[in-house]
């Protein structure tokens, strides 16, 4: 059963149509990388996805016990967010308040799970240290710890390697292939880092406001790619 089935979804903003007629389906183990120009609908299908926006027309449904709750979510990055005044261990405690119901505090399972996931993006070091003093790699891994409380199932990661050097951004998809291969954590990554984003996808959505293309990394290879080559030249 899909994680995420969207079917004709169309998103418009003061009547402005910003997605128009997308349909596919994530499933458990997918890493679907959604790529496009700016404005093509992208971050914008992926706010879908979270519940933030609501569309216009069509339907998105989760499945195999997903809610939005339990997604997790790493957005850009903004100036002010990097200058966050907390501690790596608070930022990473914070992915568990959509687990917190009506409790105020953070239990036992709350910090345990918050330990496991800095142990696993190895930032445990890290964690009585201000997150603004950390390295862009280093925020990374954080935000990713803090969306893995939400989250045993699904990561929507919105281009998490932008303002990171190419070492750091090729540390970055280590850990997200780990997830993915090792973990089993199903992964729908936007990205304008076509080639790092691609290595280890199994799918691709190409946005254009529509869908142009939607399908597997090999089948855009050597079919959607090439053809769009050949139109341009």
Do not use: W
């Not at 445990?124 to 201000?130: A, F, M, N, V």
């Not at 199932?153 to 303002?163: F, K, S």
């Not at 973990?183 to 990205?191: E, K, L, R, T």
């Amino acid at each position: 059963m899909a994680l995420i089935a969207m079917k004709d979804v169309t998103i418009a903003f003061e009547g402005v149509v910003a997605v128009e007629r997308v349909s596919f389906q994530v499933n458990p183990g997918d890493y679907l990388v959604i790529v496009g120009e700016n404005g093509s609908g992208k971050s914008t299908l992926m706010r879908a996805m979270l519940g933030l926006v609501r569309p216009r027309g069509g339907s998105i449904t989760y499945g195999d016990g997903l809610t939005r709750e339990r997604i997790g979510y790493l957005p850009q990055q903004t100036a002010a967010q990097r200058d966050f005044p907390a501690s790596v261990e608070e930022v990473v405690l914070s992915g568990c308040v959509n687990r917190m119901g009506r409790r105020f505090f953070y239990n036992r399972a709350d910090r345990s799970k918050a330990e496991a996931n800095m142990a696993l993006l190895d930032v445990t070091r890290l964690k009585k240290k201000s997150y603004r003093t950390l390295s862009g790699g280093q925020q990374q891994r954080t935000l990713l710890a803090r969306a893995l409380c939400a989250t045993d199932t699904l990561l929507l990661l919105d281009e998490p390697v932008t303002g990171l050097d190419p070492a750091a951004a090729a540390e970055f998809y280590d850990v997200i292939r780990s997830l993915n291969r090792k973990h089993g954590v199903a992964v729908v990554m936007v990205s304008h880092d076509l080639g790092g984003a691609m290595r280890d996808a199994n799918r691709v959505l190409v946005m254009n406001r529509g869908m142009d293309f939607f399908g597997d990394v090999e089948e855009y290879r050597t079919g959607f790619a090439e053809r769009t080559v050949e139109a341009r030249g």
